[in-house]
């Protein structure tokens, strides 16, 4: 029998041809997969010091970061990972892949057992995903690039076209500032004296429409029926009226003879000397020259002085509607005090009428009269407050509005000082914020380490399914074994059997040819019978032998299955047990806490 274990061997080998095509096929799809990585671009799958796992793991962490998809796992990937880790991030990839709209699906025990035929096609779903978001982004970052580029600088092989633009630029802001700045319309006809109204209203008509001195007389009595009464109104404004008709009328008619020229002008401009032309054409050149310096140094003032206006215009719109609450509230009490003063005029001419009647009979209407006369100078006294409160207001918000225009430099020095301490502390933060960060996760590290009920199950299930596979696998080569063994037996027995009748043959004529060879044939003949006997009793008890071992085998597979059924209901009454147990335990703490609870609401 010893001899026959070569053969057996080579019987084993050539049983197992097929599981090597699979390897193979493994192994290609592996090689295929380390080829597609180093394509894209994970140079890590060349490196030789790495496990497989690692190569292909680190592989598929990288495509579907650079997926740039939004991740709401930690990926974290690093080499020689524990078992926990292995299991954690596998099972993580594998929840990953479906909201990415991954068409293929893969098991996490297929990714620890570097199953390649299954994994080569997520992976090369994979590579393409992160290559067409590369692609996407590089043009983004191309166009963008390029626009900014475009903004801010053009091609030193067109310089016309800076000049051009500046220019162009300068051009514009001349024409914007001649377009706002003051033009002055009409002219007096000579130097007459005038008063401070009239040289009021003149100024205004001369630099805008006419409409505006209608606005003007529409407002000023609003003022003015703040202070006086309705009989001063009307001849205020009957006076501001023909001022400003008069005004008008001065205007109007210097407006047709501006048009024309002077006599006295026209010998001035003649008059003037060739030097004199000269030197102003050299101080226009010069001015010339220096507008066209501070038009440069102006674009960046322009910038600043608009982000000033800004802040001015938002801080003039808050102003104005304080102005315009205050302005109300003024109406109002202006109201007021106009009912009460017509009031007082209608209870002033009852008591005229009531004295020239020569009624004083009743002392009650007099007494009821006066105290409402004392009621409305309390109220001319809080009208006089009110003005008082309405100026001081005014002046503040005045003063408000001039610090805000002389002191925008110093509220941005101390924006930017607010800045900078926000700064300072934004990156205290994020440097505690770093340091609790790796002390988290040095602490899930260390968890990780540790394999919890979940990956001891799983252990447990991995190693079952191992087991089952190695058992499966000896119980199959046991019986190559066996029927190797019973062919080459039946084959020697057979070559015995067919060596014996050939023998037996060859030996039959010359044994029958003499009595003595007759009887010597017989003996050996029977010596042989005996022989095959023996062995067939030999092999006989043997084979009792084998049964009586399987019957016993077979008791003590009955008595171990029923210790396993035992075994697992007494496991499954302890597990019950526990419950309970815990159960009870949990009311225990509750009766326990409300006895404290209790003792201490007594005390």
């Given at each position: 029998?010893?001899?026959?274990?070569?053969?057996?061997?080579?019987?084993?080998?050539?049983?197992?041809?097929?599981?090597?095509?699979?390897?193979?096929?493994?192994?290609?799809?592996?090689?295929?997969?380390?080829?597609?990585?180093?394509?894209?671009?994970?140079?890590?799958?060349?490196?030789?010091?790495?496990?497989?796992?690692?190569?292909?793991?680190?592989?598929?962490?990288?495509?579907?970061?650079?997926?740039?998809?939004?991740?709401?796992?930690?990926?974290?990937?690093?080499?020689?990972?524990?078992?926990?880790?292995?299991?954690?991030?596998?099972?993580?990839?594998?929840?990953?892949?479906?909201?990415?709209?991954?068409?293929?699906?893969?098991?996490?025990?297929?990714?620890?057992?570097?199953?390649?035929?299954?994994?080569?096609?997520?992976?090369?779903?994979?590579?393409?995903?992160?290559?067409?978001?590369?692609?996407?982004?590089?043009?983004?970052?191309?166009?963008?690039?390029?626009?900014?580029?475009?903004?801010?600088?053009?091609?030193?092989?067109?310089?016309?076209?800076?000049?051009?633009?500046?220019?162009?630029?300068?051009?514009?802001?001349?024409?914007?500032?001649?377009?706002?700045?003051?033009?002055?319309?009409?002219?007096?006809?000579?130097?007459?004296?005038?008063?401070?109204?009239?040289?009021?209203?003149?100024?205004?008509?001369?630099?805008?429409?006419?409409?505006?001195?209608?606005?003007?007389?529409?407002?000023?009595?609003?003022?003015?029926?703040?202070?006086?009464?309705?009989?001063?109104?009307?001849?205020?404004?009957?006076?501001?009226?023909?001022?400003?008709?008069?005004?008008?009328?001065?205007?109007?008619?210097?407006?047709?003879?501006?048009?024309?020229?002077?006599?006295?002008?026209?010998?001035?401009?003649?008059?003037?000397?060739?030097?004199?032309?000269?030197?102003?054409?050299?101080?226009?050149?010069?001015?010339?020259?220096?507008?066209?310096?501070?038009?440069?140094?102006?674009?960046?003032?322009?910038?600043?002085?608009?982000?000033?206006?800004?802040?001015?215009?938002?801080?003039l719109r808050k102003l104005t509607k304080e102005k315009e609450g205050l302005t109300a509230k003024l109406a109002e009490s202006t109201e007021k005090l106009n009912e009460s003063r017509a009031k007082r005029q209608a209870i002033e001419s009852s008591l005229k009428k009531a004295q020239e009647m020569g009624i004083n009979e009743n002392d009650s209407i007099y007494k009821r009269l006066e105290e409402l006369l004392l009621v409305h100078d309390g109220l001319k006294e809080q009208e006089y407050n009110f003005r008082e409160q309405c100026k001081s207001d005014l002046n503040l918000l005045r003063g408000k509005l001039q610090e805000t225009e002389s002191g925008t430099s110093e509220e941005e020095e101390d924006r930017l000082?607010?800045?900078?301490?926000?700064?300072?502390?934004?990156?205290?933060?994020?440097?505690?914020?770093?340091?609790?960060?790796?002390?988290?996760?040095?602490?899930?590290?260390?968890?990780?380490?540790?394999?919890?009920?979940?990956?001891?199950?799983?252990?447990?299930?991995?190693?079952?399914?191992?087991?089952?596979?190695?058992?499966?696998?000896?119980?199959?080569?046991?019986?190559?074994?066996?029927?190797?063994?019973?062919?080459?037996?039946?084959?020697?027995?057979?070559?015995?059997?067919?060596?014996?009748?050939?023998?037996?043959?060859?030996?039959?004529?010359?044994?029958?040819?003499?009595?003595?060879?007759?009887?010597?044939?017989?003996?050996?003949?029977?010596?042989?019978?005996?022989?095959?006997?023996?062995?067939?009793?030999?092999?006989?008890?043997?084979?009792?032998?084998?049964?009586?071992?399987?019957?016993?085998?077979?008791?003590?597979?009955?008595?171990?299955?029923?210790?396993?059924?035992?075994?697992?209901?007494?496991?499954?009454?302890?597990?019950?047990?526990?419950?309970?147990?815990?159960?009870?335990?949990?009311?225990?703490?509750?009766?326990?806490?409300?006895?404290?609870?209790?003792?201490?609401?007594?005390?």
């Amino acid at each position: 029998m010893l001899n026959d274990v070569p053969k057996k061997l080579l019987r084993s080998s050539e049983t197992t041809e097929a599981d090597v095509r699979e390897d193979e096929e493994q192994t290609k799809r592996f090689q295929d997969i380390i080829d597609l990585l180093s394509v894209a671009g994970y140079f890590r799958a060349r490196i030789k010091g790495l496990s497989n796992f690692d190569k292909v793991i680190g592989g598929m962490t990288w495509c579907i970061e650079s997926c740039n998809f939004d991740v709401d796992i930690d990926l974290l990937f690093h080499e020689n990972l524990t078992i926990g880790q292995k299991i954690s991030l596998t099972e993580k990839i594998v929840a990953m892949l479906p909201k990415m709209n991954c068409p293929y699906r893969v098991e996490p025990h297929q990714i620890q057992g570097l199953d390649c035929i299954h994994i080569f096609p997520v992976i090369q779903w994979l590579v393409k995903r992160s290559m067409e978001t590369r692609e996407e982004t590089a043009d983004f970052v191309r166009s963008f690039a390029l626009n900014q580029f475009h903004k801010r600088h053009s091609f030193s092989e067109d310089p016309g076209a800076t000049k051009a633009a500046k220019e162009n630029l300068i051009k514009n802001i001349h024409l914007v500032k001649k377009s706002y700045e003051p033009r002055r319309l009409f002219k007096y006809k000579g130097d007459s004296a005038r008063d401070e109204s009239t040289k009021f209203l003149g100024t205004v008509l001369e630099y805008e429409a006419p409409l505006y001195s209608k606005n003007i007389t529409a407002s000023s009595p609003e003022t003015v029926s703040a202070s006086d009464s309705k009989e001063d109104k009307s001849t205020k404004e009957l006076k501001e009226k023909e001022n400003t008709e008069q005004v008008a009328g001065n205007l109007t008619a210097i407006e047709e003879s501006s048009a024309r020229l002077n006599v006295t002008a026209v010998g001035n401009i003649v008059g003037i000397q060739a030097q004199e032309i000269a030197k102003a054409a050299e101080k226009y050149a010069t001015m010339s020259i220096s507008e066209t310096e501070e038009s440069k140094s102006t674009n960046a003032a322009i910038i600043a002085l608009e982000k000033q206006k800004a802040a001015l215009q938002n801080r003039l719109r808050k102003l104005t509607k304080e102005k315009e609450g205050l302005t109300a509230k003024l109406a109002e009490s202006t109201e007021k005090l106009n009912e009460s003063r017509a009031k007082r005029q209608a209870i002033e001419s009852s008591l005229k009428k009531a004295q020239e009647m020569g009624i004083n009979e009743n002392d009650s209407i007099y007494k009821r009269l006066e105290e409402l006369l004392l009621v409305h100078d309390g109220l001319k006294e809080q009208e006089y407050n009110f003005r008082e409160q309405c100026k001081s207001d005014l002046n503040l918000l005045r003063g408000k509005l001039q610090e805000t225009e002389s002191g925008t430099s110093e509220e941005e020095e101390d924006r930017l000082k607010e800045y900078e301490e926000q700064k300072e502390a934004v990156t205290k933060a994020r440097l505690q914020l770093a340091k609790k960060n790796r002390a988290i996760a040095s602490l899930t590290r260390q968890l990780d380490d540790v394999p919890g009920r979940s990956e001891l199950t799983q252990y447990q299930r991995r190693f079952m399914e191992l087991y089952n596979q190695v058992s499966a696998k000896h119980k199959e080569t046991k019986q190559y074994y066996t029927l190797y063994n019973t062919l080459d037996d039946t084959k020697l027995y057979l070559s015995k059997e067919l060596s014996l009748l050939n023998s037996i043959q060859d030996n039959y004529n010359e044994a029958m040819a003499s009595a003595s060879g007759k009887e010597q044939f017989l003996k050996q003949f029977e010596a042989i019978v005996g022989g095959v006997k023996r062995n067939k009793a030999k092999v006989e008890k043997r084979c009792a032998d084998e049964k009586n071992r399987r019957d016993a085998l077979s008791r003590q597979l009955v008595t171990l299955v029923e210790q396993q059924r035992k075994y697992v209901a007494a496991v499954r009454q302890l597990t019950i047990e526990c419950r309970k147990n815990e159960a009870l335990l949990a009311q225990l703490r509750g009766m326990d806490a409300s006895s404290e609870r209790s003792n201490c609401a007594q005390r």
